[in-house]
């Protein structure tokens, strides 16, 4: 398995560049199945997760041309309504193709979903609200099996403003017969891109980026184009790799209208944050200020961000508490920036930061994909080399973090398999 190696100490400056959000791009792709005619989109980051559901649409049948930042899909027909175990337990996403499968095809069958181990997420939100329009759905052998002749419209409420499960009832009730209304949606701007997608292919939805969405079906949708929006927790990484190696970066291509509860923190923490019409740039010229926060669903403080939020605040002065409630096991990082140095203490859901003039590098291992670009902010600080292994979780949602960070002026390379292996260098 690949590692990333890095040696710290080094003030980041340069101007770096994000990809498109994984968490657009993925239910966008799924929802390709729900018409025909052909749809390209532009901007797919080139992660692991985003080659998946490029390989899962190709089982099911899906036409797919793939290059780069680019698929051309058509799904004039399938030939399978089966998501497998071999693809699905890589990747929790693969779940949002159950809504559209059912809806255009009358059946799906999806294998329980696997991915990273920060909590169980189960999917019994989206499995209520497909019954709710009709489906008949059943579990059997790890798999989810739902059938529906078509679908009806209907008043689902969320327990929970689920991104997924907001997603997946979306794109079931665009053919379903009749008007959805989905009360307590989530309001993240990955579930608004999706939405503007699916309007650009003839579905009518209001209300997407609020808490109230409105479906009224139609009978088919077309192709269309589109541009994922960018990644705002790619940029939030950038900022906070920026913040706590005292540099200045500037992050372009992003939406800073997406990240307003990441850059109130950054600047309550005490760094000069300035926003441009798609850029955020940071200045650093003193040791952090410690500060609290609390994951909410958006527009709150991200789950995504709290691991990277986790390691600045590990260097600094003074005591910091990290509430995490939106996932039960995400703080599966912290005995690892402790090997590094730091002082943490968790009680429940919450974590007590007493911040340290410095952390040191050490051998530390990745639980989940954010985890891992937090112990990859702390390593760009702490004192000696950091070594961090099982890099996969990194890129299932990184695109070429290692290159990036090197443009940055980071030391940092990926050793590529096993000790001994060949190494590539981004410096």
């Given at each position: 398995?690949?590692?990333?190696?890095?040696?710290?100490?080094?003030?980041?400056?340069?101007?770096?560049?994000?990809?498109?959000?994984?968490?657009?791009a993925?239910?966008?792709l799924?929802?390709?199945?729900?018409?025909?005619?052909?749809?390209?989109?532009?901007n797919?980051?080139?992660?692991?997760?985003?080659?998946?559901?490029?390989?899962?649409?190709?089982?099911?049948?899906?036409?797919?041309?793939?290059?780069?930042?680019?698929?051309a899909?058509?799904?004039?027909?399938?030939?399978?309504?089966?998501?497998?175990?071999?693809?699905?337990?890589?990747?929790r996403?693969s779940?949002?193709?159950?809504?559209?499968?059912?809806?255009?095809?009358?059946?799906?069958?999806?294998?329980?979903?696997g991915?990273?181990a920060?909590?169980?997420?189960?999917?019994?939100?989206?499995?209520?609200?497909?019954?709710?329009?009709?489906?008949?759905?059943?579990?059997?052998?790890g798999?989810?099996r739902?059938?529906?002749?078509?679908?009806?419209?209907?008043?689902i409420?969320?327990d929970?403003?689920?991104?997924?499960?907001?997603?997946?009832?979306?794109?079931?009730?665009?053919?379903?017969?009749?008007?959805?209304?989905?009360?307590?949606?989530?309001?993240?701007p990955?579930?608004?891109?999706?939405?503007?997608?699916?309007i650009k292919r003839?579905?009518?939805?209001?209300?997407?980026?609020?808490?109230?969405i409105?479906?009224?079906?139609?009978?088919?949708?077309?192709?269309?184009d589109?541009?994922v929006?960018?990644?705002?927790?790619?940029?939030?990484?950038f900022?906070?790799?920026?913040a706590?190696?005292?540099?200045?970066?500037?992050?372009?291509?992003?939406?800073?209208?997406?990240?307003?509860?990441?850059?109130?923190?950054?600047?309550?923490a005490?760094?000069?944050v300035?926003e441009?019409?798609?850029?955020?740039?940071?200045?650093?010229?003193?040791?952090?200020?410690?500060?609290?926060?609390?994951?909410?669903?958006?527009?709150?403080?991200p789950t995504?961000?709290?691991?990277?939020?986790?390691?600045?605040?590990?260097?600094?002065?003074?005591?910091?508490?990290?509430?995490?409630?939106?996932?039960?096991?995400?703080?599966?990082?912290?005995?690892?920036?402790?090997?590094?140095?730091a002082?943490?203490?968790?009680?429940?859901?919450?974590?007590?930061?007493?911040?340290?003039?410095?952390?040191?590098?050490?051998?530390?291992?990745?639980s989940?994909?954010?985890?891992?670009?937090?112990?990859?902010?702390?390593?760009?600080?702490a004192e000696?080399?950091?070594?961090?292994?099982?890099?996969?979780?990194?890129?299932?949602?990184?695109?070429?973090?290692?290159?990036?960070?090197?443009?940055?002026?980071?030391?940092?390379?990926?050793?590529r398999?096993?000790?001994?292996?060949a190494?590539?260098?981004?410096?």
């Amino acid at each position: 398995m690949d590692r990333i190696v890095i040696t710290g100490g080094n003030p980041l400056r340069g101007t770096v560049r994000v990809s498109g959000a994984k968490n657009a791009a993925l239910p966008i792709l799924a929802s390709t199945i729900l018409g025909g005619g052909e749809c390209v989109i532009t901007n797919l980051p080139r992660v692991v997760d985003v080659v998946t559901m490029v390989k899962l649409l190709g089982l099911l049948g899906v036409a797919v041309k793939a290059e780069g930042s680019r698929a051309a899909i058509s799904a004039e027909t399938v030939r399978s309504t089966e998501a497998p175990y071999e693809l699905v337990k890589t990747m929790r996403a693969s779940v949002l193709v159950l809504g559209p499968l059912v809806s255009r095809w009358g059946e799906a069958a999806v294998s329980l979903p696997g991915g990273c181990a920060i909590g169980t997420r189960p999917v019994n939100l989206h499995l209520a609200g497909l019954a709710k329009l009709g489906a008949e759905v059943t579990i059997e052998h790890g798999y989810i099996r739902a059938k529906a002749k078509r679908l009806r419209g209907a008043r689902i409420y969320l327990d929970t403003p689920t991104v997924t499960g907001t997603e997946n009832l979306m794109m079931a009730a665009c053919l379903a017969e009749g008007t959805t209304v989905i009360e307590n949606a989530a309001r993240e701007p990955e579930v608004v891109d999706l939405a503007a997608f699916l309007i650009k292919r003839g579905a009518r939805i209001t209300g997407a980026g609020s808490d109230l969405i409105t479906v009224e079906g139609v009978p088919a949708l077309r192709g269309a184009d589109h541009e994922v929006i960018p990644d705002r927790i790619e940029a939030g990484t950038f900022l906070a790799a920026g913040a706590i190696t005292g540099g200045d970066v500037c992050v372009e291509g992003c939406l800073p209208n997406h990240m307003e509860a990441v850059s109130m923190k950054l600047r309550e923490a005490g760094f000069d944050v300035t926003e441009g019409k798609e850029s955020i740039r940071l200045k650093a010229s003193r040791r952090p200020k410690g500060v609290d926060m609390k994951t909410f669903a958006y527009p709150g403080f991200p789950t995504d961000m709290q691991a990277q939020m986790m390691a600045l605040m590990c260097v600094a002065e003074g005591t910091s508490v990290i509430t995490e409630t939106v996932f039960e096991s995400r703080f599966i990082h912290v005995p690892e920036l402790r090997r590094m140095g730091a002082d943490i203490k968790v009680e429940g859901s919450h974590a007590v930061v007493n911040g340290t003039e410095k952390i040191t590098g050490a051998p530390v291992m990745a639980s989940d994909l954010r985890a891992s670009a937090g112990l990859i902010v702390a390593g760009l600080a702490a004192e000696g080399e950091t070594e961090v292994s099982r890099v996969y979780h990194l890129d299932r949602g990184y695109e070429r973090i290692e290159e990036k960070l090197g443009g940055l002026g980071a030391v940092i390379r990926r050793v590529r398999g096993g000790a001994g292996s060949a190494v590539t260098v981004a410096t």
